[in-house]
């Protein structure tokens, strides 16, 4: 991580079904940092989030990627970015390391077998890599979901309620992790039930309420 990224939200709005749901939103986070999306059920948190990564269009203002709109350097923004959201989004009838070795190829990464194994074995999933992720359980699958962070090398990590079906250890391990992505640099923006800390790292928080 050479260059210092730096995120900026600047006046953003969202509207849904012709409700506001936030406006003027303004917001920078450093490299080093991670934002804690706060707000009650219904006030757009996940809705912003997928503006982040480009899932839901901006409807009013900008998102700014190192002073440049997202918008105008998709490619390079897409690689500078890991989105995990509700859903593990694996498939359910590839093997756990045929997903992460899918995965990381999308992301323009040739993962080696044994790297992969080694990622698992760090997330509690020792001799699952041949298994088939329809036959692990709603946890072993968050984990699975969980290990791709680890192997990619996306500045920016975008996580919507990362912490969901994932035990004491789990929600342990993943904060060790968001903690030594942002010792290298990386940013993190995430929503969560529980407000777990991330290392020696504070979270700056953007809390979100109806207008």
Known sequence: MTISPVLTLSKLGCTRGGRQLFKDLDCTL???HWLYV???NGVGKTSLLRMLCGLALVESGEILWNG??????HDSYRQDLCYLGHLNALQESMSVQENLMFTSALGGVALAEQKARSVLERFGLRGRSQQLVRHLSQGQ??????????LSPARL???DEPYVAMDEAGIQMLSDLIAAHLDKGGLAVLTSHQRVPVGAHPAQLLELKAP
Do not use: E, F, N, T
């Not at 699958?141 to 680890?150: D, G, P």
């Open 157 to 159: 990590w975008v996580l």
């Open 68 to 73: 440049v709109p997202i918008a105008s350097q």
């Open 30 to 32: 450093q490299a080093g």
């Open 38 to 40: 706060a707000g009650a």
């Open 141 to 150: 699958k968050r984990r699975v979901a969980l290990s791709r962070l680890a």
